[in-house]
């Protein structure tokens, strides 16, 4: 099996899955993206079916899979790689789950009287820094439900923060009395921009989420602005955490264009120089170089 002839990649996550025909130059011919997560498969006898489900659309090709796939609700788990870790750890690793499917390791981190987890986000971390967008040291967040603070050193990951804050965002809005406030588009506008300096600067969240219905119910703002504004305050507190952890003026954000934006924004407010990366160029970047150590 000769993986540089080409090959299937998959990032598979817990809600959504995203896979991706590479052929033999590592170039993306083919790709779909659906709501097959991992939760969506009954049981593990499950996946199988679902592996072939992905070959009637791309081919009969060996398959490389990222992500909540190789977790212990996946298909087979693949174990964590301790940091520091980079490409090779990751390909060393590599847990087969069929003949022709590799499952790529997820990242652990224990230090500092904390221990944290990824999967998926490995792989666009270190493909972004072997594209050549991202040099060997760096600061790096990743927006997402479970956003990921990341010090790159000598190519490698070399440790990383989880901060919940998309999941939070989530909770308020489905499940808390701000949920009637939240109907509405975020943006990176003033009012976002103004909820993240306050954040950035103050120690009051849970105070200051409350203050989001209060303002309203007194004509002190306007309920179309609540959702940038909470979801300011979020990020705003989210980013404080992320650069506590460094004093690099240069922060790389990588992800979905439309998170990358917002982090952006509050980034900006604290005084940092933020370069947007999108996550799936990334992606494709660092599964091609898997596949290339595997051949």
């Known amino acids: 099996m000769k993986w540089t002839e080409g090959f299937i990649a998959v990032d598979w996550g817990t809600t959504n899955r995203r896979a991706y025909r590479i052929d033999s130059s590592g170039e993306c011919r083919d790709e779909f993206e659906d709501s097959e997560g991992v939760l969506s498969i009954a049981d593990r006898i499950g996946f199988a079916g679902a592996v072939g489900q992905i070959r009637e659309r791309l081919g009969d090709h060996p398959m490389l899979l990222a992500g909540m796939i190789g977790s212990n609700r996946g298909w087979k788990e693949a174990p964590y790689v301790p940091c520091p870790a980079g490409l090779d750890d990751l390909a060393a690793k590599l847990v087969w789950a069929g003949e022709q499917e ?6 652990s981190y224990v230090g500092d009287n904390r221990a944290d987890v990824m999967r998926g986000e490995e792989v666009q971390l270190l493909g972004a820094v072997a594209s050549g967008r991202v040099g060997p040291d760096a600061l790096v967040c990743h927006p997402g439900t479970h956003n990921k603070w990341a010090q790159l050193h000598g190519a490698a990951i070399q440790s990383f923060r989880t901060v919940m804050t998309g999941e939070l965002f989530s909770l308020l809005k489905d499940h808390s009395i701000l949920s009637d406030l939240l109907t509405g588009e975020v943006e990176a506008n003033d009012t976002f921009r103004s909820a993240a300096r306050y954040a950035l600067r103050n120690d009051a969240l849970p105070a200051e989420l409350f203050a989001v219905r209060a303002r309203v119910l007194l004509g002190q703002a306007e309920k179309k602005d609540a959702a940038s504004y909470t979801s300011g305050l979020l990020i705003g507190t ?4 992320g650069l506590s952890q460094s004093a690099a003026e240069d922060v790389v954000v990588i992800g979905r264009p439309d998170l990358t934006r917002l982090y952006s924004a509050a980034i900006a407010e604290a005084e940092r120089r933020p370069t ?13 170089e898997i596949a290339k150590r595997m051949s």
């Open 102 to 107: 590799a499952i790529v390791p997820g990242v």
């Open 238 to 241: 989210d980013v404080r955490i």
């Open 276 to 288: 947007e990366l999108d996550g799936e160029k990334c992606f494709l970047s660092g599964i091609v």
